[in-house]
Nanobody, 124 residues
Framework: QVQLVESGGGLVQAGGSLRLSCAAS????????MGWFRQAPGKEREFVVA???????YYADSVKGRFTISRDNAKNTVYLQMNSLKPEDTAVYYC??????????????????WGQGTQVTVSS
């Protein structure tokens, strides 16, 4: 069992930056692929980015060039650096873990563990 805890959300003006963190419990973090998803009010959960065990990455077109995912296996943590934020980035952001560590999936159903989410609000 893996527990994921997100942090770093908050309120920021358009054009600003935030860095989200997702801390994972357990000794197998380095073998997992990790993903970030987001869900805005009244909308379905949306894929943002994934990183596999080998630090390969896959970004949604909507965030490419603005967001950067990284992982620190020594700290069991994955990060999401978000720059040039837009009001449409406002959502609850969730991190997720996939036991298939080499996979870069944009499909939420492929992830085995989820955090509780952290709110990101971008004001115009």
């Amino acid at each position: 069992q893996v527990q994921l805890v997100e942090s770093g959300g908050g309120l920021v003006q358009a054009g600003g930056s935030l860095r989200l963190s997702c801390a994972a419990s357990g000794r197998t973090f380095s073998s997992y692929a990790m993903g970030w998803f987001r869900q805005a009010p009244g909308k379905e959960r949306e894929f943002v980015v994934a990183i596999n065990w080998n630090s390969g990455t896959y970004y949604a077109d909507s965030v490419k060039g603005r967001f950067t995912i990284s992982r620190d296996n020594a700290k069991n943590t994955v990060y999401l650096q978000m720059n040039s934020l837009k009001p449409e980035d406002t959502a609850v952001y969730y991190c997720a873990a996939d036991r298939s560590g080499d996979r870069l999936s944009r499909n939420a159903i492929g992830y085995d563990y989820w955090g509780q989410g952290t709110q990101v609000t971008v004001s115009s």
